[in-house]
């Protein structure tokens, strides 16, 4: 059974940074891709990035230039590096595995709450 654990979110000020991650239990997680999703009070999880097994990333085009994900298979670990917050990043941001087109699988972990706010 998969199990992901995110971790690293908070509160910071705008224009600040934080790094997520999300770490994976069992031996499948090289295999997949892995996805960052937020989802802020009253809207639709959306997606925020992926990375292929193969370390293709995509980012939806709010946070291009901004955030950046990387994985570590040694680790089972998935990265997500934010930069210059706004206070529109404000989320419980998410991780899951994706197939290659960023689709999740849906088994999501608990999220970390990040709050981007003076």
């Known amino acids: 059974q998969v199990q992901l654990v995110e971790s690293g979110g908070g509160l910071v000020q705008p224009g600040g940074s934080l790094r997520l991650s999300c770490a994976a239990s069992?031996?499948?997680?090289?295999?997949?891709?892995m996805g960052w999703y937020r989802q802020a009070l009253g809207k639709q999880r959306e997606l925020v990035a992926f990375i292929t097994s193969g370390g293709s990333t995509n980012y939806v085009d709010s946070v291009k230039g901004r955030f950046t994900i990387s994985r570590d298979n040694t680790k089972n670990t998935v990265y997500l590096q934010m930069n210059s917050l706004k206070p529109e990043d404000t989320a419980v941001y998410y991780c899951?595995?994706?197939?290659?087109?960023?689709?999740?699988?849906?088994?999501w972990g608990q999220g970390t709450q990040v709050t981007v706010s003076s």
């Open positions: 069992g031996s499948f997680f090289s295999s997949y891709g």
């Open positions: 899951t595995r994706t197939t290659a087109r960023g689709t999740p699988f849906g088994d």
